[in-house]
């Protein structure tokens, strides 16, 4: 069982709609991390928080917004969505930012389809 | 040329086989380094970091070549659940991903 939980397993929406990602990890870590992954492909990092700080944004569009409203939780909002968004969003954590001998840990991820 | 190269595979081997995947890095300031594994349709799981001595858990041998910028992963006595794909990932502040190498292990 992963230690980084994500809900919901598995979203579906229109392009007009707005939904939230959500991801908890119960570890102490200060860095927490969203990723986006299509098939057959590896993950590719979006944002990156530390101390809840926004420290990475990976010219991510506007349509996603994160928010991380304490050291425990991460969220991801969505709005306006296009089909090719459809993917699996990761979140990951680790146990202090910028230290980069620390390995990142897996939620279990959260399948989007957008139609 | 890509951060991080890997030979996508498919390796297809028999249960009991010794298998080896490779993995080079095109940044020498590269600061750590890890062999993930995912499972289809699942998040990837660390399996191992990967240290400048070389280690072993298990199975599973890790090496790490830092003047050739190369990592292997070695597997031995390979079982039906390895069946995965790996995938060698360096930090360098943020992680980097290969595009992983998919293993069968056949019966």
């Known amino acids: 069982d992963t230690e980084v939980t994500q809900t919901p397993k598995h979203l579906v929406m229109g392009m007009t709609n707005k939904k939230s990602l959500k991801c908890e990890q119960h570890m102490g870590h200060r860095a927490m991390y969203w990723y986006k992954q299509k098939a057959k492909k590896p993950p590719e990092l979006m944002f990156v928080y530390s101390y809840e700080k926004l420290s990475i944004n990976e010219s991510v569009p506007s349509r996603f917004s994160p928010e991380c409203p304490n050291s425990s939780l991460l969220n991801l909002h969505l709005h306006a969505l296009q089909p090719e968004d459809s993917a699996l969003y990761l979140c990951a954590s680790s146990q202090v930012p910028g230290d980069s001998n620390q390995p990142q840990h897996f939620g279990d991820g959260t399948r989007l389809s957008i139609l | 040329r890509k951060e991080v190269e890997q030979d996508p595979g498919p390796f297809n081997v028999p249960e009991g086989a010794t298998v080896a995947f490779n993995c080079t890095y095109s940044n020498s300031a590269s600061q750590s380094f890890f062999w993930y594994r995912q499972d289809c349709r699942k998040e990837p799981k660390l399996l191992m970091s990967?240290?400048?001595s070389g280690n072993e858990d298990g199975r599973f041998t890790a090496q790490l070549n830092r003047a050739s910028q190369y990592i292997s992963l070695l597997i031995r006595d390979s079982k039906l659940s390895d069946s995965a794909t790996y995938l060698c990932?360096?930090?360098?502040?943020?992680?980097?991903f290969g595009q992983g190498t998919t293993l069968q292990v056949k019966p």
């Open positions: 990932v360096v930090n360098k502040g943020k992680l980097i």
């Open positions: 990967v240290y400048s």
